[in-house]
């Protein structure tokens, strides 16, 4: 892995576990995988772990308060000032960098999501109080965006400046990492066999696998409840709030494989029509091994089983990780 020295570490809220060897971190990320199904009673084989490389992360909020940016302290709202931030992509960190001046005669507070799509640079600056920018702000902001690598700014939800015409919404869910999200999609494609026909892929996002799955000739629809993340979809998209109004069982007929890629809560309300669903097989992946360890068990408790399952570590040395479960009965 790369250098994963940080000044900052113990006082930012980031990584934990910067002060573990490899062997130590490994381990402990797989044992919170294990224990969170153990825990369900079940006895969970993991076939691999996939570390992604420390430095990659493309995607951050920082906290900002009048100049001052950074990521806020352990369990605390007070912000640790960062100069750089070694989980961090280069271009994400020369974004820091270059906002300071900007912010100190901003003289606001609040929250600034930037993220590194392949159209560039995505900026959402969100202030405490959501009042849209004067003239003279308006105008500060524009410049700085036009000078730095920033391909699109917003503030409070209102445009600033493109350079570049992206079809994405700013505040786009994108996985953490390029690498992490190739890894992903590697997984999901090499579990498609011949026989696999006919996809659908729930909480679809921006297309993660619907898109690549597509590529490769197959019919694929996808669901999810962000009307920007159906947008990018097009025709292959449907809107549907997958926790009050999940697909019932019926709707999965004729259907060979489901992905299902849930945020942390999980996919509670959509795993109880699945369980009942003639589904062969089911790919989940999880950003949260204890929802994943919860919605697993109502699927082995109606004739699924685990055919394999794999460890991926986006969150580089956090308290995070990633699991892929496939299902088949």
């Known amino acids: 892995m790369t250098n994963r020295f940080c000044p900052n570490f113990e006082r930012c809220g980031g990584c934990l576990y910067l002060d573990l060897n490899l062997d130590d971190y490994i381990n402990k990320k797989k044992n919170f995988i294990l224990n969170s199904f153990s825990h369900e009673g079940i006895d969970l084989k993991l076939d691999d ?7 990659t992360r493309r995607r951050a909020t920082f906290a900002f308060k009048k100049g001052l940016i950074g990521f806020n302290a352990k369990k605390s709202h007070q912000i640790t000032p960062l100069e750089s931030c070694p989980a961090l992509i280069l271009d994400l960190n020369q974004v820091l960098s270059s906002l300071k001046p900007v912010l100190k005669e901003l003289n606001k507070s609040g929250d600034i999501f930037v993220q590194k799509t392949k159209f560039g640079i995505d900026m959402h600056i969100k202030t405490s109080k959501k009042e849209m920018p004067s003239l003279n702000e308006r105008m500060l902001l524009a410049e700085f965006a036009n000078t730095s690598i920033v391909n699109r700014l917003y503030y409070n939800d209102e445009p600033i400046l493109e350079k570049n015409p992206s079809p994405y919404p700013v505040d786009l869910f994108l996985q953490p990492s390029k690498e992490g999200e190739e890894a992903l999609i590697n997984l999901v494609l090499s579990n498609i066999t011949p026989q696999d026909k006919n996809i659908i892929d729930l909480f ?21 409840s962000a009307t920007e993340s159906i947008l990018v979809l097009k025709e292959n998209g449907i809107k549907r709030d997958l926790f009050r109004n999940p697909l019932i069982a019926s709707e999965f007929d004729g259907i060979d494989v489901v992905i299902m890629d849930p945020p942390r809560a999980g996919a509670k309300e959509q795993t109880k029509e699945l369980k009942k669903s003639s589904v062969k097989k089911i790919i989940m992946i999880s950003c949260n ?10 699927l082995l408790e109606n004739g699924w089983h685990i055919s394999k399952a794999v460890g991926v570590d986006q969150f580089i040395y956090t308290n995070h990780t990633e699991i892929m479960c496939i299902f088949e009965k």
């Not at 091994?289 to 109502?298: F, T, V």
């Open 289 to 298: 091994p204890i929802s994943a360890a919860r919605d697993a068990k109502a």
């Open 49 to 55: 772990f996939i570390l992604i490389d420390f430095g």
């Open 204 to 224: 679809s996002g921006a297309g993660t696998f619907t898109t690549p799955l597509l590529l490769k000739g197959l019919q694929v629809k996808g669901y999810d």
